[in-house]
């Protein structure tokens, strides 16, 4: 099968669906793998790294779709992408559609095929492809927030370890599966006090496991209206497979916290698990709203590229394999990561999207 690379066009995008090692391994199954000018140099791949291993070379975006039959990228497709794909392409790409009506219409006229990285699900529930770009993105908020507690960048000042004789910062994390469990441990590391709120018994088993500036909790409306009110750092990472986030901070919640605080979003690719979320870019990453920043990229792994497209790559490649065999249909994984098809929704959580 001829596999197709494009160039991320998202804002401030660096990563690449393939590395040069991985699409050598395909070209040694048989397949065929192009790649667009200049897809790998942000993430540290020369187009010359991928030739010497078999990579033909796009000159443009349309010269790569056109030869493309298994389009294998990133992020969702945008403007330059949407005109370029066609009824006969198979996408494997992250999606993220429930959030995104007016892209789920175009998807749906152009009538592909699409399955989505973050809805291919094994038997037990894990979500293997979304799992390392959550891990990267739950590193990265608590990185992103003790910077944005900075004063010079408009916060309040605290830093989150704390040392002898000040306070420890709080932070209090929504979720404890693979982003909000990252943010919980990076955190706690660092020396904050951590609050989780998580439903399973056995996440917040692990989450108190961290230690003993860890505390877990149920998530009752009154438990975490107090807990907000009172952290520095507040980072969201709550998931329904493939549905839009419910908010678990209402507005009402946020205006209690000290002016200074920030809020991340990692939620956010699924529209956000906050009430005053709303979709920001690497560009113009951040807000302001009743005093609190608010850090809310949809793309947040894109910003450490060499780590992610490594990471990604490693999840996705026996997947793409799969995929460009011709015979994946009888993969049960790979058939619940269909989000669209022929025209239709197929994904469960998008049948009742009004479009």
């Given at each position: 099968m001829r596999i197709g690379v494009p160039k991320e066009t998202k804002t401030l995008e660096g990563r690449v669906a393939l590395v040069p090692a991985a699409a050598g391994d395909l070209i040694k199954r048989g397949h065929e793998v192009?790649?667009?000018?200049?897809?790998?140099?942000?993430s540290g791949f020369k187009d010359a790294d991928y030739t010497s291993l078999g990579v033909?070379?796009?000159?443009?975006?349309?010269?790569?779709?056109?030869?493309?039959?298994?389009?294998?990228?990133?992020?969702?497709?945008?403007?330059?992408?949407?005109?370029?794909?066609?009824?006969?392409?198979?996408?494997?790409?992250?999606?993220?559609?429930?959030?995104?009506?007016?892209?789920?219409?175009?998807?749906?006229?152009?009538?592909?095929?699409?399955?989505?990285f973050e809805t291919v699900e094994l038997d037990n529930g894990d979500l293997p492809l979304l799992a390392p770009m959550s891990i990267i993105a739950g590193k990265i908020g608590v990185q992103v927030g003790t910077h944005l507690l900075h004063q010079p960048m408009g916060g309040k000042g605290k830093l989150l370890g704390g040392?002898?004789?000040?306070?420890?910062?709080?932070?209090?994390?929504?979720?404890?599966?693979?982003?909000?469990?990252?943010?919980?441990?990076?955190?706690?590391?660092?020396?904050?006090?951590?609050?989780?709120?998580?439903?399973?018994?056995?996440?917040?088993d692990e989450m108190m496991r961290l230690g003993n500036n860890v505390t877990a909790l149920y998530p009752y409306e009154d438990l975490v209206a107090r807990e907000v009110a009172s952290a520095?750092?507040?980072?969201?990472?709550?998931?329904?497979?493939?549905?839009?986030?419910?908010?678990?901070?209402?507005?009402?919640?946020?205006?209690?916290?000290?002016?200074?605080?920030?809020?991340?979003?990692?939620?956010?690719?699924?529209?956000?698990?906050?009430?005053?979320?709303?979709?920001?870019?690497?560009?113009?990453?951040?807000?302001?709203?009743?005093?609190?920043?608010?850090?809310?990229?949809?793309?947040?792994?894109?910003?450490?590229?060499q780590t992610s497209s490594q990471a990604i790559c490693a999840a996705i490649l026996p997947w793409v394999n799969k995929l460009a065999s011709g015979s994946w249909r009888d993969n049960a994984a790979l058939v619940k990561g269909i989000n669209v098809e022929g025209g239709k929704l197929v994904h469960p959580a998008l049948q009742g999207m009004k479009l």
């Open positions: 192009w790649l667009e000018k200049g897809a790998g140099i942000k033909k070379i796009a000159p443009d975006a349309a010269a790569l779709y056109d030869k493309g039959e298994l389009i294998v990228k990133v992020k969702e497709p945008i403007e330059g992408d949407l005109k370029l794909l066609r009824k006969d392409h198979l996408l494997f790409c992250y999606l993220h559609l429930a959030p995104l009506p007016d892209l789920t219409k175009r998807l749906l006229d152009i009538g592909l095929t699409g399955v989505a040392l002898p004789s000040t306070e420890r910062g709080k932070v209090v994390v929504f979720g404890a599966g693979q982003a909000g469990g990252n943010s919980a441990a990076l955190a706690a590391a660092g020396g904050a006090n951590v609050v989780v709120f998580e439903k399973r018994q056995d996440r917040m520095d750092l507040v980072i969201g990472a709550v998931l329904v497979t493939g549905a839009v986030a419910p908010h678990v901070v209402t507005r009402e919640m946020m205006k209690n916290m000290e002016d200074g605080s920030v809020m991340v979003d990692i939620s956010i690719d699924q529209g956000g698990c906050f009430e005053s979320s709303r979709a920001t870019t690497w560009k113009e990453p951040t807000y302001v709203e009743e005093g609190v920043t608010h850090f809310c990229v949809t793309n947040m792994p894109g910003a450490v590229p």
